[in-house]
């Protein structure tokens, strides 16, 4: 069964930090570019970084830039999304997804073009 399964949500204090992971099984990670978007409350889906196939290129939306880092271990057939300096307003729903190509575009990611998701892990920034 072809799976990405995100974890590593939960409940921080603002300020702090969180690392997430989205494990591939059933097929390799390799192959794709992978993203993170998230999902607050009431609003539509934001993606947030891209990381090519080999993890040489990375993009980062403006809201995250300098503070959350996405990274991958293609052995471990994993991509990881570090982040530090929470914020409230980073609360939402944090889910990672499958691009079509092994490259990222140069634009922030966008939803259209990532085929294959996983369920989804809960981030929740308290003040």
């Known amino acids: 069964q072809l799976q990405l399964v995100e974890s590593g949500g939960g409940l921080v204090q603002s300020g702090g930090s969180l690392r997430l992971t989205c494990a591939g099984s059933g097929f390799t990670l390799d192959d794709y570019a992978i993203g993170w978007f998230r999902q607050a409350p009431g609003k539509g889906r934001e993606g947030l970084s891209c990381?090519?196939?080999?993890?040489?290129?990375?993009t980062s939306a403006d809201s995250v830039k300098g503070r959350f880092t996405i990274s991958r271990d293609n052995a471990k057939n994993t991509v990881y999304l570090q982040m530090n300096s929470l914020k409230p307003e980073d609360t939402g729903l944090y889910y990672c997804?499958?691009?079509?190509?092994?490259?990222?575009?140069?634009?922030?990611?966008?939803?259209?073009?990532?085929?294959?998701w996983g369920q989804g892990t809960q981030v929740t920034v308290a003040s």
């Open positions: 997804a499958r691009r079509v190509y092994s490259f990222c575009s140069d634009h922030t990611p966008a939803m259209s073009e990532y085929l294959f």
């Open positions: 990381i090519s196939s080999s993890g040489e290129r990375t």
